[in-house]
């Protein structure tokens, strides 16, 4: 093999590693757009899926994982991505593993995918914090992305990660206010006794 040949296949690989790389973003934002995020226990927060980065774009199919001792996932909204042309397929919410897939429909009359070049939101799942834990994982797991000619299209994933804290005690009622109450009472309890 001669040297240009190596270098030319070294460049191909190299060119064609940093493109895939690039492809494709699969991400999961939680509240203040980041992918830590602090909440307590009997709380609710929704986890955004965004993706990025994709030419040609046409459907996707992949499950979201988490610790189900700790969070729960009530809903899954879907963010239309594909508009009045959305397939969607068997999305399914069960303890620990949600289940998210779509597509252009096969009656559409696009004749491309879609060219996503900022991030954009596929759905939004609906979390309650149910235990304590210093670092719950929430993974996006075997993503498949594909684009309009049904090629695959490769990239990273990017997880989140959620910290439940004990709930916050109950605040009680300042004095006043149980006094003011009190009064309000037992002025129109007086009154009710004056007018009979």
Known sequence: MSKKLIVKLIVLAVTG????????TLTITLPNNTNTYTTS??????????VDGLPDFAGFDFNIVYNSNNLSALTLTSGDIFGTDTETFANTISPGSIHFAQALSATSTAASGLNITAPTLLGTVHFEAL????????????PIIYSFDGSSLSGNLQGAKVIVTAAPPAVPLP?????????????WGLKKKQGA
């Open 17 to 24: 590693f940093f493109h895939n790389a690039e492809a494709t």
């Open 131 to 142: 235990n304590i834990n210093a670092s719950i994982p929430v993974d996006i797991t075997n």
């Open 41 to 50: 226990v009997g709380s609710f927060f929704d986890a955004g899926i965004y």
């Open 175 to 187: 004095l006043p206010a149980f006094l003011f109450a009190s009064g309000l009472l037992a002025a």
